[in-house]
DNA sequence: TCCGCTTTCCTGAATGAGTCAAGATTGGGG
DNA sequence: CCCCAATCTTGACTCATTCAGGAAAGCGGA
């Protein structure tokens, strides 16, 4: 896995210092979509054992805040974090497992951008949730 | 305001006791949306000085459940509750002060609801959240 | 109207994701 | 190679929400 140095170009691009801790991140982060923070912080610390819970919270918000990475957070569940970025796709969470999966909309680029009368509100973003059941869920518990 | 025969029906007919914090946590909700669990404490103890913080909790959880509130929660939020249900409205979301708004969706009943690929999931509701900025911050803050 | 069985509520403590703060390290331009 | 600002470490802390056990209150039946 020698993708660090398309990573470390990600970081430089966004004006970002390029740290191990970011690096773990971002490939953490990619490898592993819609993971929450705990699991993240595992995945980082196969890569750097010594990882402070603390860097990796700071590099999540600052990667989310440079447009590196998503975080989504449904409902019900805690934060979570994904590199799929700028492709308007949306996602679906199983009401019963939590379980979340990738969804392109299927009306095009901005779904339901045009919302009837926006209150005045400069709107940039359109965030779909679609709730159901997933495949295992619905088959186990049908009710 | 003698709302309290209607509330008292819509519990009853939702199959639930009636009990004074419900009323009140009722209450509370539709005439404060998207608010906060704090502000309905607030509001609850106006009219109930002594109930408790856990009884609130418990009353939203129900009535959620039985489908009497909905409950929404926007990345970086803390829950929040309404009354108005069942017309498959969505919401804007200030991102400098989290000011919330309703929309009514301009696509009709459902939007989006067809994604393209389920993965298998099992679809019953498609949430909408609208992300930008709200008059006054868009004015005190272009950037 | 009263009983008794549950459901619901109260008190008080615990959980856990996320944040704050201060000092030590480190990246990278000069 | 140096230096300073940005970043990381450590450790304490906040606060929304949940857990638990006993008390109180709804409500269907007598």
Known sequence: MTTTPDLSEQLRGAGLRVTRPRLAVLD???????????SIIGAVRRELPSV???AVYDSLHT???AGLVRRIQPTGSVARYET???????????RSCGAIADVDCAVG??????????HGFVI????????GLCPSCSTARPQ
Chains 1, 2 share one sequence.
Do not use: F, K, M
Request: aromatic share 4%; with cysteine.
């Open 28 to 38: 953490a982060v990619s490898g592993l979509p819609h993971a929450d923070t705990d």
């Open 52 to 54: 402070s819970h603390q």
């Open 63 to 65: 990667l989310t805040a």
């Open 84 to 94: 799929r970025i700028g492709d308007n796709h949306h996602h679906v969470v199983c």
């Open 109 to 118: 680029e901005a779904p339901c951008l045009d919302a009837s009368d926006q």
């Open 124 to 131: 940039d973003e359109a965030e779909v949730i679609y709730w």
